[in-house]
């Protein structure tokens, strides 16, 4: 009989490598900016670049992916991860532009993240297990708890070792997607769907409904990321607190409570309606957000901050359940939209609450007090989903 624990394995650790990913260079912005000389202008362009890449590999999914076949292309992210990381470590110093050599490796690792994120979903939604919707955010949850181990972990080894040290703390992030190379490679793989029986984009982007899970999804990005991006500014600039503890309690607990709220649905997913849940954890949001930007007690405004990882926690994986219930043929090409519309959210979200700040004399407070228009029309969206009882399985 497959073992899929292997398989549940490889996923979790795939999420935890596209945690890495995501995080670790950040941390490091400041330390190439100061020893390489590297304009902050063009330090932000890094995250440009991963965020940039992710959204083509979404589309190239969405095309290629079937044709490829899951398990080649699950390794190849892996791989991918690995070198990305590795060449992070040495690239700047080898290369004549340390700036080239940070962007190439970002962008090589960007590919496999982009990998990761459309495959790893539906690898899990394939697999026989009972409660596939306590499933997925279990599954989800292990990206909170890679970005918590990430931050966490660097800081220790930065304080312990020093910041002149962080190549080898490359190469040793790095050696998580090396191992995961071998599970992926031998684990069983169960195709999403029958080959040639998937739904394309043109069938797709024809049904109504599926661009209600669109919009879904670009809510859920924007919900998430609008407040993670801007939650160490936040405890910084609008609470008064250091940067380490800013850190600390902001973009890190926000991944605590994210990851508490998926590992909540995850367990006692089979006695929880998860529209219900999800329509609970809009409102919850929408508080958040109101405390993040009205209140001027500091413990009220982190706390905000904080419950709104809680509330965000089953937004994204939520999406995924529900769009594959309604969409049981959709195949790889509907993951990775919905992956594109994620990303999608995730880079509007932060931006609509930079450039509000901004034009309010960077008051952050405002910023925050527009982005709850997310979870708003996120729970619109939710209503019209639950008043809809279609399931479309034709191509």
Known sequence: MPNYRKTKLACYLGFITQAIAANFAPLLFLKFHKDYGISLGNIALISTVYFFMQLLIDLFCAKFVDRIGYRVSIVVSEVCSAIGLIGL?????????AFAGILISVTVYAVGCGLIEVLVSPIIEACPFENKEATMSLLHSFYCWGVVGTIVIST?????????????LAVFWALIPAYNIYNFATCPIVPIVEDGQGMGIRQLGKRPLFWVSICLMVCAGASELAMAQ??????????????????????????VTMGISRIIFGNYGEKLNLMRFMLGSGALCVVCYLLASLSSNPIIGLAGCTLCGFSVGIMWPGTISISSKKFPTGGTAMFALLAMA?????????AVVGKVTQYAGDDIRAGMGV?????IVLIVMLI???KCSITVTEK
């Open 230 to 255: 801007w939650a160490s500014a936040y405890a910084e600039a609008a609470l008064g607190l250091s940067k380490t503890i800013g850190d600390l309690l902001g973009p890190c607990m926000f991944a």
């Open 89 to 97: 470590a040495f690239l700047p110093d080898l290369l004549p532009n």
């Open 384 to 386: 019209i989903m639950s």
């Open 156 to 168: 220790l080894f930065f304080a312990l070792f020093g910041m002149d040290s962080w190549r080898w």
């Open 342 to 350: 994620g990303d999608l959210g995730g880079s509007i979200g932060p």
């Open 371 to 375: 982005g709850l228009i997310f979870p």
